[in-house]
């Protein structure tokens, strides 16, 4: 499948308060259970993960977003503790039919205190030919579904970039969804 035109590139940050040397990001990502995955926004719906035919780690996510399921296959790129780059060929629900479209998804964490780091939640889709020629054949322009896609993505990524910085601000402390509301 060959990718084509992009469609979002957004990016937002959260402080983790936590020491640098306690997080890994590679590691949080692939023993996340379902339900911290569903904890880190409304619109997740499940998370597994497997490992790829060619023995990377994979992770399986399920959400929704602006009204349209997708399930994502996201294999491992790139994982450094403080760096995870994830990739997938992403199917997407519209009403009007299934449609797949590539998204790089990068995790970083630097530091910015002793005992605190910026935690950066990027994604970047783009469309693939067989997405454009979907399109066509349900008579959707590229860039009405662009302009569609587009806000709801970053709107997405916006909310959950904070609630993702809990999460790894808490396995990097040791501390448990439960032990958090005692």
């Given at each position: 499948m060959k990718i084509a035109d992009q469609l979002v590139d957004s990016s937002f940050t959260a402080v983790i308060n936590a020491p640098i040397e306690s997080i890994n990001i590679p590691e949080w990502a692939f023993n996340l259970s379902e339900a911290e995955y569903q904890s880190c926004?409304?619109?997740h719906i499940s998370?597994?993960?497997t490992v790829?035919?060619?023995g990377?780690?994979?992770s399986i996510n399920v959400e929704v977003i602006g009204g349209s399921p997708m399930v994502q296959h996201y294999q491992e790129e790139l994982s450094e503790p403080h760096h995870l780059i994830l990739t997938s060929?992403?199917?997407v629900f519209s009403p009007t039919g299934r449609l797949t479209l590539h998204v790089h998804w990068e995790l970083s964490v630097k530091a910015i205190g002793s005992n605190q780091c910026e935690f950066t939640n990027r994604v970047i889709s783009h469309a693939t030919d067989e997405m454009m020629k979907g399109l066509d054949r349900q008579g959707i322009s590229y860039e009405a579904f662009k302009a569609q896609r587009q806000p709801h993505s970053i709107n997405h990524n916006r909310s959950e970039t904070p609630l993702f910085?809990?999460?790894i601000e808490r396995a990097a402390l040791g501390v448990g969804m439960a032990e958090m509301v005692h």
């Open positions: 926004s409304p619109a998370a597994a993960k790829g035919a060619d990377r780690r994979m060929f992403s199917d910085a809990a999460s």
